[in-house]
Antibody, heavy 119, light 110 residues
Framework: EVQLVESGGGLVQPGGSLRLSCAASGFTLSDQFMDWVRQAPGKGLECIGRTENKVNMYTTQYAASVKGRFTISRDDSKNSLYLQMNSLKTEDTAVYYC??????????WGQGTMVTVSS | QSALTQPPSASGSPGQSVTISCTGTSSDVGGYKFVSWYQQHPDKAPKLMIYEVSKRPSGVPDRFSGSKSGNTASLTVSGLQAEDEADYYCSSYAGSNTFVFGTGTKVTVL
């Protein structure tokens, strides 16, 4: 079964750090473009980061709202994707989804992991 | 870039049709074929319903259809069913390897 499972969310103080993980099954992560999409409570969806596939040398792009603070990485041996989040702000509070990008759309979504930034 | 504009709400009775619009600019919706639509039930992850403007992934009922004219894309749900009640989001490629989502529309089945 094709699946994405996120983990690593939780409560963190402003200025703190958190690392989210996304384990893929049913397909080879290195072949795919992958994104992180977040959704603040009661709000819409925001694509915050994107990593291209191995053929494209895992080139990454970030939304202006997180650039310089968030970093996407991969571990091919674990078929996993990561989101390192530093200098967290209260406005980063959201559900974070790991998503597979295909044909200009997002076809596989994880269940999401909640990140709460609060003192 | 700014979020694509969707109406906050739409509604219809069972069996009727509802159409949701998604308005952007020539730099996103109007400039590319990569418009997609997502259905999200409460406390669930979004689900891809339409990609490349009008294509349906395997398993999505043909009651769901998509189209585009100029800078505005549309999602039509025909033969509304109770389980179609959800939030719907559009998305478009916006150039420079970026994507933008719509503001979201809550569909109510009366």
């Amino acid at each position: 079964e094709v699946q994405l499972v996120e983990s690593g969310g939780g409560l963190v103080q402003p200025g703190g750090s958190l690392r989210l993980s996304c384990a893929a099954s049913g397909f080879t992560l290195s072949d795919q473009f992958m994104d992180w999409v977040r959704q603040a409570p009661g709000k819409g969806l925001e694509c915050i980061g994107r990593t291209e596939n191995k053929v494209n040398m895992y080139t990454t792009q970030y939304a202006a709202s997180v650039k310089g603070r968030f970093t996407i990485s991969r571990d091919d041996s674990k078929n996993s994707l990561y989101l390192q989040m530093n200098s967290l702000k209260t406005e980063d509070t959201a559900v974070y989804y790991c998503v597979r990008e295909l044909a200009g759309g997002f076809d596989i979504w994880g269940q999401g992991t909640m990140v709460t930034v609060s003192s | 870039q700014s979020a694509l504009t969707q109406p906050p709400s739409a509604s219809g009775s069972p069996g009727q049709s509802v159409t949701i619009s998604c308005t952007g600019t020539s730099s996103d919706v109007g400039g590319y074929k990569f418009v997609s639509w997502y259905q999200q039930h409460p406390d669930k992850a979004p689900k891809l319903m339409i990609y490349e403007v009008s294509k349906r992934p395997s398993g999505v009922p043909d009651r769901f259809s998509g189209s585009k004219s100029g800078n505005t894309a549309s999602l039509t749900v025909s033969g509304l069913q109770a389980e179609d009640e959800a939030d719907y989001y559009c998305s478009s490629y916006a150039g420079s390897n970026t994507f933008v989502f719509g503001t979201g529309t809550k569909v109510t089945v009366l």
